[in-house]
Each structure stands twice: as structure tokens, then as C-alpha cells.
């Protein structure tokens, strides 16, 4: 189980870190074994942030983020059970090295007692479970492979792992419409496996597709969260509105959006403690009372 208790994050900006930018603000949440939790929010709302900071890639400025109730860190043992995949599969690739490699580097790090013949045989598996054929893929070079098949081989990287929970950044954004069915489809079945989710997504028609629960992120704040189902067929929170009857504009950062607030109090800014408005639905909104 992954718990945030009031995460902030504060980065230093400005030419001598004078300034600080608030990009993640007392966010809490969970998200369950076999759980897919979707955090949607405009470019810069500090999705990333969170995703980073839950992989220990980032320091946490307060507040605290456990996995199974120890804090997350890096190092060896922490990523045996969590991992992350992100928006563009390359990167994540060394492009010296074949796709061989990366199951050799998993063998040495975390299974180097396991005979060759049984990793192998293993490596196949993971392989045909994410629909790649190990002839195709074994053996070639990053450069050699499409976005949808290195996003394959990460998912495959964390099946042999056998992770508890991925953090998975905009990870269809850069596949075709047909490749991105498949790598939800995968995930569908990770989770069916107990794997817990947390997927971070602009697009809100996927974040959809697989999220149990969905949380709202505006400005590093979460303004509303809640079953998938309710968030979406009926937001309480003007953002939220906004957020879905705006998705072409989703990609845009802050300053280049239209506000995107229906009602002078938000538009100023204002929002309110998170609080339950319906089973499970929670929403940040001194005045939804009076604005409904
Ligand atoms: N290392 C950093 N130093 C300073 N500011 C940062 C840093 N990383 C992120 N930020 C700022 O924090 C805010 C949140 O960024 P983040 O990348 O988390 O947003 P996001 O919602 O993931 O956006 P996108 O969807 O575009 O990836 C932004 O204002 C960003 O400029």
C-alpha cells in the first residue's frame, strides 16, 4: 500500500535559488494493492513531481510518502517492489546496450543465484506476457525497436521483477492509438495480478479506462478526488468541470491557458479543505453550497 500524508514540495528557483516555487502542496492519498489510482491535472500541476518524489528521485520538502508503511528511498531493495516507466520509453534505455541486457542487469542485481537456462526461460515468459516474441526483441538495440515495444520490455522488466506497484508517467502518450489499447490492456492484467497503479496521465479518456479512483491535481494541490465514475459523471469541484470540458487544452502550461475557473472565487484563487462530499468523494471548495 502506497500512502501520501501532506506531501509539499518546494523547488529553489530564480539565478541563486532566492525564490521558491511551490509545485506539490499537502497532497494525501492512497493507492491499494490491484488498485489503479489515475492523477490527471493541466501541464504543471506537479504530477510528475509527486510521481518522483513516490520513486525517491525527489526529496520530499514535507510531509510523507510510505510504501508498506516504510518510508520510499532509493536503492536495491525499494525498487525490487516499485518501480517506475515513463513518457518516453527511450530514455530509459542505455542505447549501447541490446534489450538483452536489461534482463541481465535485473538477473545480476536481484536473481543471481537463478541457473542461466531457468532465467532464460523466464525472460521468455515475461517476454510473451507483454506480446513481444523474444526473437524480435532479444538482441536488438533501443534504436531498433518502436516506443510501443520498449514500453513492452519495461512492463516485462517489471513483471520478472514481480513490483507491487508502478508508477506509470504518461506512458501511452508517445504510442499509437493501437499500441496504447494494448499497453492498457497489459496493465488491466497486472493489476488483476495485485499490482497497484499510479497513472499519471493528461488524457483524461484513458485516465478513465482503468482508474478504480481518480484524483484532480490543480496547481499542486488536489481539488478533487474520488471514485472514477463519480469524479467523472459528476464533478462538484468548477475545475474539475472545466478540466474535463477543456481537454484540448490540456497540454498548454499555465500561463498560456484560458483560466479555466467558471466562478470569481476560483478564478482568484480561492479553493477550500479537502472534504467529503459522497462516499469516498472528496472536494476542495469553500463555496460549493453556495455555487451549486
Ligand atoms: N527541478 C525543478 N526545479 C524547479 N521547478 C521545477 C522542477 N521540476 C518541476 N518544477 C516545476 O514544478 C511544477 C510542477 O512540475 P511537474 O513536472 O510536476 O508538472 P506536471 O503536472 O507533471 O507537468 P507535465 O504534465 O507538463 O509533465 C512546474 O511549475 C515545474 O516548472
Not at 525499494?78 to 516507466?85: A, D, K, L, T
Not at 542487469?105 to 515475461?126: L, Q
Not at 508517445?174 to 497489459?186: C, G, K, P, Q, Y
Request: charged share 20%; hydrophobic share 40%; with cysteine.
Amino acid at each position: 500500500m502506497l500512502r501520501l500524508d501532506d506531501v509539499t514540495k518546494r523547488f529553489r528557483i530564480g539565478a541563486l535559488g532566492g525564490r521558491s516555487l511551490t509545485a506539490v502542496s499537502d497532497v494525501s492519498f492512497e493507492v491499494a494493492p490491484g488498485e489503479v489510482v489515475s492523477l490527471i491535472g493541466e501541464s504543471g500541476s506537479g504530477k510528475s513531481t509527486i510521481g518522483r518524489m513516490i520513486l525517491g528521485l525527489q526529496p520530499i520538502t514535507s510531509g510523507t510518502i510510505t510504501f508498506d508503511g516504510r518510508p520510499v528511498r532509493q536503492g536495491k531493495e525499494f525498487y525490487r517492489g516499485v518501480q517506475g516507466i515513463f513518457q518516453d520509453p527511450f530514455s530509459s534505455f542505455n542505447p549501447v546496450f541490446k534489450a538483452d541486457r536489461v534482463f541481465a542487469m535485473v538477473k545480476d542485481a536481484y536473481f543471481p543465484s537463478v541457473p542461466g537456462p531457468e532465467w532464460a526461460a523466464r525472460v521468455e515468459d515475461a517476454l510473451r506476457d507483454v506480446r513481444l516474441n523474444p526473437g524480435q526483441v532479444l538482441g536488438k538495440y533501443p534504436h531498433q525497436l518502436s516506443g510501443g515495444q520498449l514500453q513492452r520490455l519495461l512492463i516485462a522488466r517489471a513483471l520478472l521483477l514481480e513490483i507491487r506497484l508502478l508508477v506509470a508517467d504518461e506512458i501511452t502518450s508517445m504510442l499509437d492509438a493501437s499500441t496504447r489499447i494494448e499497453v492498457l490492456n497489459l496493465l488491466a492484467e497486472l493489476k488483476s495480478r495485485g499490482l497497484g497503479v499510479l497513472y499519471i496521465t493528461h488524457d483524461l479518456s484513458l485516465g478513465t479506462y482503468l482508474a478504480e479512483r481518480t484524483i484532480v491535481l490543480r496547481r499542486g494541490s488536489v481539488v478533487e478526488m474520488g471514485p472514477t465514475g463519480q469524479v467523472f459523471g459528476g464533478p462538484l469541484h468548477p475545475y474539475t468541470r472545466e478540466l474535463l470540458a477543456a481537454v484540448p487544452r490540456l497540454h498548454q502550461p499555465w500561463d498560456d491557458a484560458t483560466p479555466v475557473d467558471t466562478c470569481a472565487y476560483h478564478l482568484n484563487g480561492g479553493t477550500g479543505v479537502l472534504a467529503e462530499a459522497g462516499s469516498g468523494h472528496f472536494v476542495a471548495c469553500a463555496r460549493l453550497s453556495t455555487c451549486q
